[in-house]
């Protein structure tokens, strides 16, 4: 121990890696801020390097040679604030950032603790993760978290914890222990928003700015988790290596206690997002929800659903109470591809009846699909463009590259049939993930459509050197665009179909450059500040300009 325990409380840091609300970081903090000095830490890494390899998958490749000036300033920092304990939250493709940060810590604080949390310690890769901390958390972490911060409190360890859920090192042995029961979610603080405990690390281009802020404070949107877990076995998803397929829901009255304690900080949200796998559709739990949300929230809000739980009733109740966006995985239109290699249950024709009666209520859907799966062929495409066809707009699309994490279902069974080597399981290599252009989804999102520049421009590329493949993409991508007439759309499905490609090569280029115009500095930053203004006036958008400068966030 670095030996800083002030008045019984030891001094602690919780990291946040990348992008995003980070819900467990927060929820963690609230449950151990009373027993220990505990600070929250915010990483954030971007660079202009093209991220996206000719495979569609994000090489998340950052290090240390990538961001030297970043962890220099990192370690100093870190040298001042003299943490005992630092717990970081990591997922696979997080890795690099993950080795890189825990050598700082192991520079700066030599005798700090460090703990490692999230999915890819825990079900992924536990022991290599131990190679770069003291402890994994094998475990939903916050009876364990708060259990290790007292014993490690109480001073000298001269034996193993063995605290449940905890793999350790002790004496050049590791220690596993087994996992209690699974928490009670009921008794779950309101996880921490503000406070002079939040720091955010930002660095582009190798330029870092640290700021004692939650920006959380300023967003129009907040994360919500109504419960835990997922009844579905998805072969692609972390989920199917999970061993638990229970699923634990909080009571509604909890629910909206904790919306109306986070609404009481976050003053300038305008929509919720349920973050949950699934949103409970139990007729019971349903019928409060919208009763209670409606008469004590009543923001508008987006939900998750699997194919085959929404009737027009139950979207009748959801609209009522707010619901302006679902969010549907259909990942293809091959009937046999769902069934045998995603491991789902629905068919194309319920796809189609459950559009129907979205788009009849006008609730904005948007669809999630995989690409770049080498179990599936022309014939398959062919399948997916024609179900997307059939869709009923208003809806907006999402494709995600299909990533090959360790451990998962779908690896095996692709190592197995040849399609990858072991060499190709590398966990810093993610899914891409882009989203059709839209205009009434619930929350804006033309910044991130940068991605979708360098995606439309590697396809279109592609189908330049005849690969039909990425034709059936592209085509498949435009139903999605809210500013390409359909009828245009079904104008270059046919020639795809015909096999002339050299139209849609044309066509591409000119939406190509569409996407390029749309994504420029200065119409990004111009689109932004409009917002800005429509919402907050002339006065704040000054303010966002000068913290732009001032902080480039």
Same mark, same amino acid.
């Given at each position: 121990?670095?030996?800083?325990?002030?008045?019984?409380?030891?001094?602690?840091?919780?990291?946040?890696?990348?992008? &995003?609300? %980070?819900?467990?970081?927060?929820?963690?903090?609230?449950?151990? +801020?009373?027993?220990? $000095?505990?600070?929250?830490?915010?990483?954030?890494?971007?660079?202009?390097?093209?991220?996206?390899?000719?495979?569609?998958?994000?090489?998340?490749?950052?290090?240390?040679?990538?961001?030297?000036?970043?962890?220099?300033?990192?370690?100093?920092?870190?040298?001042?604030?003299?943490?005992?304990?630092?717990?970081?939250?990591?997922?696979? %493709?997080?890795?690099?950032?993950?080795?890189?940060?825990?050598?700082?810590?192991?520079?700066?604080?030599?005798?700090?603790?460090?703990?490692?949390?999230?999915?890819?310690?825990?079900?992924? !890769?536990?022991?290599?993760?131990?190679?770069?901390?003291?402890?994994?958390?094998?475990?939903?972490?916050? =009876?364990?978290? !708060?259990?290790?911060?007292?014993?490690?409190?109480?001073?000298?360890?001269?034996?193993?914890?063995?605290?449940?859920?905890?793999?350790?090192?002790?004496?050049?042995?590791?220690?596993?222990?087994?996992?209690?029961?699974?928490?009670?979610?009921?008794?779950?603080?309101?996880?921490?928003? &503000?406070? $002079?405990?939040?720091?955010?690390?930002?660095?582009?281009?190798?330029?870092?700015?640290?700021?004692?802020?939650?920006?959380?404070?300023?967003?129009?949107?907040?994360?919500?988790?109504?419960?835990?877990?997922?009844?579905?076995?998805?072969?692609?998803?972390?989920?199917?290596?999970?061993?638990?397929?229970?699923?634990?829901?909080?009571?509604? $009255?909890?629910?909206?206690?904790?919306?109306?304690?986070?609404?009481?900080?976050?003053?300038?949200?305008?929509?919720?997002?349920?973050?949950? =796998?699934?949103?409970?559709?139990?007729?019971?739990?349903?019928?409060?929800?919208?009763?209670?949300?409606?008469?004590?929230?009543?923001?508008?809000?987006?939900?998750?659903?699997?194919?085959?739980?929404?009737?027009?009733?139950?979207?009748?109740?959801?609209?009522?109470?707010?619901?302006?966006?679902?969010?549907? &995985?259909?990942?293809?239109?091959?009937?046999?591809?769902?069934?045998?290699?995603?491991?789902?249950?629905?068919?194309? =024709?319920?796809?189609?009846?459950?559009?129907?009666?979205?788009?009849?209520?006008?609730?904005?859907?948007?669809?999630?699909?995989?690409?770049?799966?080498?179990?599936?062929?022309?014939?398959?495409?062919?399948?997916?463009?024609?179900?997307?066809?059939?869709?009923?707009?208003?809806?907006?699309?999402?494709?995600?590259?299909?990533?090959?994490?360790?451990?998962?279902?779908?690896?095996?069974?692709?190592?197995?049939?040849?399609?990858?080597? =072991?060499?190709?399981?590398?966990?810093?290599?993610?899914?891409?993930?882009?989203?059709?252009?839209?205009?009434?989804?619930?929350?804006?999102?033309?910044?991130?459509?940068?991605?979708?520049?360098?995606?439309?421009?590697?396809?279109?590329?592609?189908?330049?050197?005849?690969?039909?493949?990425?034709?059936?993409?592209?085509?498949?991508?435009?139903?999605?665009?809210?500013?390409?007439?359909?009828?245009?759309?079904?104008?270059?499905?046919?020639?795809?179909?015909?096999? $002339?490609?050299? +139209?849609?090569?044309?066509?591409?280029?000119?939406?190509?450059?569409?996407?390029?115009?749309?994504?420029?500095?200065?119409?990004?930053?111009?689109?932004?500040?409009?917002?800005?203004?429509?919402?907050?006036?002339?006065?704040?958008?000054?303010?966002?300009?000068?913290?732009?400068?001032?902080?480039?966030?």
């Amino acid at each position: 121990m670095s030996g800083h325990v002030q008045n019984g409380k030891l001094k602690c840091l919780l990291v946040g890696i990348g992008g &995003g609300y %980070h819900y467990n970081i927060r929820l963690l903090h609230s449950i151990v +801020k009373q027993k220990s $000095d505990c600070d929250i830490l915010f990483l954030q890494f971007s660079s202009n390097k093209q991220l996206i390899g000719s495979d569609l998958r994000v090489h998340f490749n950052k290090d240390i040679n990538d961001f030297n000036k970043t962890f220099a300033f990192l370690t100093q920092w870190l040298q001042g604030r003299q943490y005992d304990l630092i717990g970081v939250s990591l997922m696979s %493709h997080n890795w690099s950032l993950f080795v890189s940060l825990t050598r700082s810590i192991r520079e700066s604080l030599p005798e700090c603790k460090i703990i490692a949390g999230g999915v890819h310690p825990w079900h992924v !890769a536990t022991l290599e993760t131990l190679k770069h901390c003291d402890y994994v958390c094998a475990s939903e972490g916050e =009876e364990l978290l !708060a259990s290790l911060i007292g014993r490690l409190s109480a001073g000298i360890i001269d034996a193993p914890l063995r605290i449940p859920g905890l793999v350790e090192k002790f004496n050049n042995e590791v220690i596993t222990t087994s996992a209690g029961a699974s928490v009670e979610i009921e008794d779950m603080p309101v996880p921490t928003y &503000g406070g $002079d405990n939040i720091y955010y690390l930002h660095s582009v281009e190798d330029n870092p700015v640290l700021t004692n802020y939650d920006y959380m404070l300023d967003s129009g949107n907040i994360f919500v988790h109504i419960g835990r877990g997922c009844p579905y076995k998805c072969s692609y998803c972390i989920n199917s290596v999970f061993t638990e397929k229970k699923m634990r829901m909080r009571t509604v $009255d909890k629910l909206i206690s904790e919306i109306k304690a986070i609404l009481s900080v976050c003053r300038k949200v305008e929509n919720i997002f349920f973050m949950d =796998e699934i949103f409970p559709m139990r007729n019971n739990y349903l019928q409060e929800f919208v009763e209670k949300y409606r008469d004590n929230i009543g923001l508008p809000f987006q939900v998750t659903l699997y194919p085959g739980m929404l009737t027009e009733e139950k979207l009748v109740l959801l609209k009522h109470a707010g619901l302006k966006e679902i969010t549907m &995985g259909v990942q293809s239109g091959s009937e046999s591809t769902i069934k045998n290699i995603f491991t789902r249950t629905y068919t194309k =024709e319920l796809i189609i009846k459950e559009n129907e009666i979205v788009a009849k209520h006008k609730i904005m859907i948007y669809y999630d699909f995989i690409i770049r799966n080498p179990f599936e062929t022309v014939k398959d495409y062919k399948e997916t463009l024609e179900l997307i066809t059939r869709l009923k707009r208003q809806y907006y699309l999402k494709f995600y590259t299909l990533a090959f994490f360790p451990e998962h279902p779908i690896t095996k069974k692709a190592l197995e049939a040849g399609y990858i080597r =072991e060499a190709d399981i590398d966990p810093s290599i993610s899914y891409l993930d882009v989203t059709t252009p839209h205009k009434k989804a619930i929350a804006e999102h033309y910044y991130v459509e940068e991605g979708l520049v360098q995606w439309n421009r590697v396809i279109l590329n592609n189908v330049k050197a005849n690969s039909t493949e990425d034709a059936y993409y592209l085509i498949m991508s435009y139903y999605g665009y809210w500013f390409i007439p359909k009828r245009i759309v079904d104008y270059f499905q046919k020639q795809l179909i015909k096999g $002339d490609l050299s +139209k849609i090569v044309h066509f591409g280029a000119v939406i190509n450059t569409i996407l390029s115009i749309r994504n420029s500095i200065v119409i990004k930053r111009l689109r932004y500040l409009v917002n800005v203004m429509k919402k907050e006036g002339i006065i704040n958008v000054f303010k966002v300009v000068y913290r732009k400068i001032t902080t480039g966030v």
